[in-house]
C-alpha cells in the first residue's frame, strides 16, 4: 500500500518557502503504517499537474494533494482535478455556510470570489474545512484514491487529522504498528547509539529503532509492524531495556515534549515554577505557554532584557551587574532567587548570554550563556559556551535550562 | 532554461527530516535566473531513482542530485549513476586524499569502506568536496548536466557555492531576476488582491507578483526577469504604485519580518518597548529577540500568566481583575499603562486572552483577546475573537499586537 504527496505552488519552486507540509504528511502515514512513494512538488500549471497526477497513480494507491486552492491561485488545483475527473463545478452549500461564517466573524462581506471557493467539483466527496473557506476533495478513481487539500498548514493539518488519516485507518488497514517513544536530552545521537549498541542488535526484524535528533533532544522510536496477531509486551520490554540503560539522559516515555514533560511533573508533584530570562528574551516562557494547562504549573515570570528590568523586576544589586557583568553566575544566580522572592514559586530558571551575532568580549565570547535553576532553599548554576548562531543559543539555552530544571526536580 | 532537483532518502519520506536543501537550492537557482521545473523526493532504491532521472531529463535540462551517497546508505546514488550513464568505478587520487585528510584531521584510521567512498564512475567529471568525505559529481549526457551531491546540507552548500553555481552562471546565462518586497498586515490575501488588482493587470509580461501569506500578513513579491539590458526604475515604479494603494497595511518595504520592521522602526525614533503578556506568553518577547540588536529598542517586560503577577509586576487592581475578569479591556488596559510605569519605556503592549483549546466561557468563548497599547499619554485597546487553536491564537494576537503598536509609533 503506497502513497504519494504532490505538493502544488511556485513558491516551493523558487525557494520561498519551505515545504514542511510534506514531511509532516508523511510522518503521519508512516504512523498507520502506510509507506510514501514519491513526494512531487510542481508548479501551478494545469499540464504539469495532469502530468503528475498520471505519474503518481502509476506508483501510487492513496494520492495526496496541497496547495493550489485560493482565490488568488485562482484554483488552479480545483479546475485542474475538475478536469482530471471529467466533472463540472457545482456550489456546495455546506462550504458557502462555512465561507459566510468564516467572513461574519471577521465582520467581512463575503465577495463573489470568496462565493467561488465553494464551487466544487460534482464527482467528489467535500470535505469540509473548519480553519479555513477552502473545502478539501476527495476524488475516487479506479480504486485510486486522491485527497486534494489546502496548502496553509494548520489548515491542511485540521484536515488530515479529523477526515483523511480517520478515512486511510478504516479503509486501508495495512500492518499493525505500534510506536513507542523515549525521549532523552543531553546526550549525542552517536553516543546514544553506542551506549545501547547491543540492545539494538537484539531487536527482531519487524521492530526497528529510529534515532530522531533535535537541537539538545533525541527522541528514539520504537517501531513494531505485526501482519497478524502481537504481543504488545514484546517492543515495551525493548523499550524498558533501552530507557533503563539509557535513564541518566531519558526524560519521557511518551510521545509528548519536553518542557511537556516538564509541566506534567511538576502538575504531578503540585508544584509551581517562574521564568526570569534575559537572553532567551521570552522563549522558555512561550514553551511552557505553548502547552494547554501550563497555568496549572507555570506563573509567569520576567523578560529582564535591559539591566534596569534586572534590577526593578527581579531585585539583582547594581553592584552586582557593575562588578561581575549581566553575563556572569553571580548575576544569574539573582535573578533565580529574585524569581522565586517576587514571584512566589517553588522552582525558577534564569538564563543571561550573549546570544550573539555581535557582542561578546574576550573573556565571555558570543554563546557564552549562565543558566541558574532555584528552589527557595537552594540555587545550582551552570556556564556554556555554545556557537555564534543566535536561534541555535536561543534554543539551546532554552534546552539546556530545561534539563537543568528537571534534574533539580527529580533530585527533590 | 528549467533545472530540476532530485532528493534521494527514505529519511524525507517518512518524514524525519524536513527537506530544506531543495528550497535553498531553488532559491539560489532563482536568483541567477533557472526556473526550477519539479522537486522530487525518491526512495533509496535503485529503479526508482532509475524512473526519476528519465523523468527529470524530459522536463529540464540541469538535474541536480542530493543525498545516497556515503558508506552506509551503501553510496546507493553513485552505483546507480555509474550505470545510468553506462560507467565504471575508477580509484580518484584526488578525492582519496581528501578522505585520507579529513580523517587524518580526527585521529582516525580511514577504514576500506571510506576509502570506496573514493571511486567515482570514469565518465563524470569530479567536483571535491571540502567538506566531507563524499565528493560530488557533473555528468553531462546529450546535451543534459547531471550534478550529484550530498544531502549534509552544509556540505551541499560548499559544493553549490564553489562549484555548481559559478559554473552554471557561466555556461547557462540566464536572465537577470530581481526582486522587490512589500511586508502587509492586517488585510486578508483577496482583499488585497482586489484593491491592487488593476496595477497588477498592468504588470508587463517579465513582471511577475507573487502573493505570499502568513498568519495575518501577506508578503508581496515582485520579481522581474530580463534577458538584456534594463531599467531597474521600472520595477520600482510599479513597487511604488502598489505601496501607495496598500500604504494604510505596508509595514515593510525590504525583505525582514515585521518584528524587525517595527525595531527598525522605533530604533529610527530613539524609542523603546516593553512587553506585558499573559496569553500570548512571552511568544512577543521572543520574536524581538530573536533579531540582533533588539536591545536597543526592546527593554523587556512581563509574562503575567496569573492573576498575582498582573498584580505585581503591572499594578492591575484586584478590584479590576474580580469585577471585569483578566481577559477585559480594563484589565488589559492596566496592564499596558502598569508597563510604561514599570518598565519605563515609551511604548508598551499588553495581551489578555483565552488561547484555549479550553478555558472559554458564553461571554469569553475560546480566542477572545484583548489588545493593549500605550504611550505615556494614551492607552488604545480592541478586543478579537480568534478560533480555538492555541498556537495560532498565540500567533494572531502577536501579530495584531505588533500591528496595533505599529499604527500607533507612526501615528505619532
Known amino acids: 500500500m503506497y502513497a504519494e504527496i504532490i505538493t502544488i505552488g511556485d513558491e516551493i519552486l523558487i525557494g520561498q518557502i519551505v515545504d514542511t507540509n510534506s514531511a509532516w504528511m508523511a510522518q503521519q ?31 501510487a494507491d492513496i494520492i495526496l494533494i496541497t496547495g493550489g486552492l485560493g482565490p488568488t491561485k485562482d484554483d488552479i488545483t480545483k ?21 459566510e461564517r468564516i467572513f461574519a466573524r471577521f465582520n467581512r462581506p463575503v465577495t463573489e470570489v ?9 464527482n467528489c466527496i467535500v470535505i469540509q474545512n ?6 478539501a476533495m476527495h476524488f475516487i478513481d479506479n480504486g485510486k484514491h486522491f485527497f486534494s487539500m489546502p496548502g496553509v498548514p494548520f489548515e491542511m493539518k485540521s484536515i488530515m487529522e479529523t477526515s483523511v488519516l480517520p478515512y486511510l485507518k478504516q479503509n486501508f488497514i495495512g500492518n499493525t504498528v505500534i510506536h513507542e517513544n523515549i525521549l532523552t536530552v543531553g546526550i549525542g545521537e552517536s553516543f546514544l547509539a553506542s551506549e545501547i549498541e547491543d540492545i539494538e542488535n537484539d531487536l527482531p526484524k519487524h521492530i526497528k529503532l529510529a534515532y530522531l535528533p533535535k537541537l539538545g533532544q533525541v527522541r528514539l522510536r520504537l517501531t513494531a509492524s505485526y501482519d497478524k496477531e502481537y504481543d504488545s509486551n514484546e517492543i515495551l520490554s525493548f523499550k524498558n531495556r533501552i530507557a533503563e540503560r539509557a535513564s541518566k539522559h531519558v526524560v519521557a516515555l511518551e ?15 503540585n508544584k509551581t515554577v517562574s521564568t526570569a530570562e534575559s537572553c ?33 523586576m ?4 547594581q553592584h552586582t551587574l557593575d562588578t561581575y557583568g549581566a553575563v556572569s553566575q553571580e548575576t544569574v544566580e539573582e535573578m533565580a532567587k529574585g524569581a522565586i522572592n517576587h514571584f512566589n ?38 556556564k556554556f559556551v555554545f556557537g555564534n548562531l543566535r536561534l541555535q543559543n536561543i534554543e539551546r539555552t532554552a534546552i539546556q535550562a530545561l534539563y537543568m530544571l528537571f534534574r533539580v526536580i527529580k533530585e527533590e
Open 29 to 59: 502515514l508512516n504512523e498507520i503504517g502506510i509507506k510514501v512513494k514519491q513526494i512531487s512538488s510542481v508548479s501551478d500549471d494545469k499540464q504539469h499537474i495532469l502530468d503528475a497526477l498520471d505519474e503518481a497513480r502509476k506508483r
Open 79 to 99: 479546475h485542474t482535478l475538475a478536469e482530471y475527473f471529467k466533472s463540472e463545478l457545482v456550489l456546495n452549500e455546506e462550504a458557502l455556510a462555512n465561507v
Open 114 to 122: 470568496n462565493r467561488k471557493q465553494a464551487e466544487l467539483p460534482s
Open 130 to 135: 473548519p480553519q479555513g473557506t477552502a473545502p
Open 255 to 269: 510521545d509528548i515534549s519536553f518542557e511537556e514533560a516538564i509541566l506534567k511533573l511538576l502538575i504531578s508533584k
Open 280 to 312: 532567551t528574551g521570552g522563549y522558555i516562557g512561550h514553551l511552557f505557554t505553548s502547552i494547554a494547562g501550563s497555568s496549572k504549573a507555570y506563573e509567569g515570570g520576567a523578560i529582564s532584557y535591559s539591566y534596569d528590568l534586572k534590577k526593578s
Open 314 to 317: 527581579l531585585g539583582v544589586q
Open 345 to 382: 514559586t517553588d522552582y525558577s530558571i534564569a538564563c543571561s548570554g550573549i546570544a550573539g551575532p555581535s557582542g561578546g568580549t574576550e573573556d565571555k565570547p558570543v554563546g557564552t550563556v549562565w543558566i541558574a535553576v532555584a528552589t527557595e532553599n537552594r540555587v545550582v548554576s551552570k
